[in-house]
């Protein structure tokens, strides 16, 4: 259990390079930008990978400009009461664009083809017949009228399937765990499969937009390959540890998949014929890039100097409106008689209670209470030393 009362001038730390906009929604008084800080306040990441990382006592909130959590310790930081952000959407579109972009450029040979002409260097005037000569081992296959496997109906999946419809395309998406705000974003023309196996055995063209988890990894293995359509193009613009590379070898080699393009390469893959790899462009545009650091730092900045919490991906959601009043936060695990245990300690100093809320999310839970009177500063300490006394209460925070 750790105590920590906010100073005035915050550290942000980043391990990436965060767009310059959303650096300035800190404002200079009350922020310093610190990439050497030791124990910041905050730490902004994209894809660095913080695994190995140890944190220091002083550090609130991790804030991932991007959608992916799996290069953070999440469970670390929530047995720490370190708040983990991301930015749901904010480079969807980007990751959408170049799916589809990839769609048409893996089936017209695209790839393959710019390589070829670019190796006809130095063959002079010769170059336009060789090309004339050489065009016809590249020819290709149209989208229009294929079937497109969407696994993962989130913010990206759901843009690509909604998209690829006006590519003529026919749709197919699968994903249990669909929010019901997707659930009404997406066109009533997309088919919805009833488990993967119906991707699988219809698809022309799979894409997967999933987070790797433990469900998740591995989830394109021998046994998915084998129900797949002969010669079906994969594309992985997701996390590498999705697919079973082992399998996807074979599977390649046979020609049980005919392409599979992906952004996330490694030395085996650049091994692997028909295995198309980009350097981990789907979030690498200007917009994205401004899109994501500006969430990012704005929910820190939101958290940092009023408790309130959107888009964390370990403790919940709340919101309470800030008065500027003292306002007592707590993460705590959600077990019964906590709110009681807490507002207990607060009154007998005889502190009233303005305003409170209590969130939970699975075993967690995060409350936060607005002190209604100027309160003496002395009494926090005191106060915040009990409230850490209570079994089941991870941290404390008074702002
Ligand atoms: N290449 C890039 O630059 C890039 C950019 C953004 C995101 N990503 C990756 O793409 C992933 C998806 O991003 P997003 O913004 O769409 O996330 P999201 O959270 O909006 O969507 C993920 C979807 O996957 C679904 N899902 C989870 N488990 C599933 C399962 N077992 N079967 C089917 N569906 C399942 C969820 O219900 C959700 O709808 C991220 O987690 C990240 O790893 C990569
Ligand atoms: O999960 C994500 O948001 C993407 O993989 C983007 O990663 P990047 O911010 O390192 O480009």
Known sequence: MTTITLDKTKRIKTLNHIAEVGLAIFNEEDYTIDNEANDPDAIVVRSYPMH???????????????AGVNNIPVDTCSNQGIVVFNTPG????????????????????????VDWVKDLKGKGEEVPQLVEQGKKQFVGREAKGKKLGVIGLGAIGAMVANDALNLDMDVIGFDPYISVDTAWELSRNIKRAMSLGDVFEQADFITIHVPLTNETAGMLNREAFEQMKPGVHILNFSRGGLVDEDALEVALEKGRVGKYITDFPNDRLLHMENAITLPHLGASTIESEENCA???????????????????????????????????TV??????????????IISKRGLNIAAMINKSRGDLAYTMIDIDEKVNGDVIPGMEAEINTIEDVIRIRTI
């Open 294 to 328: 500006r969430m990012a730092t704005r929910q820190v900045r939101d958290f940092l100097e009023t408790g309130n919490i959107k888009n964390a991906v370990n403790f919940p959601n709340a919101f309470l409106p800030y008065t500027g009043k003292r306002r007592v």
């Open 52 to 66: 190995n990382m140890a944190f220091g006592g002083n550090l609130k909130a991790i804030a991932r400009a991007g």
């Open 90 to 113: 904010a480079n969807a579109n980007a990751v959408k664009e170049l799916v589809l972009t990839s769609i048409m450029a893996s089936s017209r040979n695209l790839f393959n083809g």
């Open 331 to 344: 993460f705590h695990h959600n077990v019964p008689n906590m709110l009681g245990q807490i507002s207990a």
